[in-house]
């Protein structure tokens, strides 16, 4: 069965901190997406990447950064934690047939 | 550019009752479209999905017909159970060589017993 898995279901972590979110897909996907979704704003796109290497900013890039140095690992990267980053975060990769989505990871930020 | 537009919710319908969520687009060309569900506390899983105008598409006894002529990809079910509570999404894939999907704000269905 192909999935998406994102390493962590909830983290909790302090304002400041450097907080590292995982996804790893096993469908030889092209393109990876990190979103965030918040009540009242669907999913809002934060970066995505179409090949290794590669990155494109999506709408809210700000205090974000990602990493793809291999194709089935797309990593979001929070350099400095702060409260107003407290959400549910889902990754996601494509194929022409559609869209498979992991699990997601609620991160709050105290 | 593309955009989806959803019927907000909640929607709080009691057990066996029909659901309805709207959900209209605008996209260059005719793109497919997608409807993806999300259970409390998952991430989203495709639903069902069409491929080109007049199809429909069906999944778990929900159906949503492909309108080209009215923009429209409604989710229809004609009898709903409580562990159809969910957030629905109505989406387009990527299109027009962009690689970004657009996804509506999401419906929020309730059913009560």
């Known amino acids: 069965d192909v999935k998406v898995t994102q390493s962590s279901r909830y983290l909790v972590k302090r304002t400041g901190e450097k907080v590292f979110l995982e996804c790893v897909q096993d469908?030889?996907?092209?393109?990876m997406f990190w979103y965030r979704q918040d009540p009242g704003l669907g999913l809002r796109l934060i970066y995505f990447s179409y090949d290794v290497k590669m990155k494109e900013k999506g709408d809210i890039p700000e205090g974000y950064s990602v990493s793809r140095e291999k194709k089935e690992r797309f990593s979001l990267i929070l350099e400095s934690a702060s409260t107003n980053q407290t959400s549910m975060y889902l990754c996601a990769s494509s194929s022409a047939v559609g869209y498979t989505f992991g699990s997601g990871t609620r991160l709050t930020v105290v | 550019g593309n955009s989806v537009t959803q019927m907000e919710g909640p929607v709080t319908l009691s057990e066996e009752a029909f659901l309805t969520i709207n959900c209209t687009y605008t996209a260059t060309g005719y793109p497919s479209l997608f409807w993806y569900v999300q259970y409390p506390g998952e991430g989203l899983q495709l639903l069902l999905k069409?491929?080109?105008?007049?199809d429909k598409g069906s999944n778990k006894g929900f159906e949503a017909t492909y309108r080209k002529e009215t923009t429209s990809f409604h989710l229809e079910k004609g009898s709903v159970q409580v562990s159809d509570s969910a957030v629905y999404f109505c989406a387009l894939p990527t299109t027009g060589g962009s690689y970004i999907p657009t996804f509506g704000r999401g419906t929020s269905l309730i059913v009560h017993p």
């Open positions: 069409a491929t080109k105008a007049d």
């Open positions: 469908m030889d996907h092209e393109n």
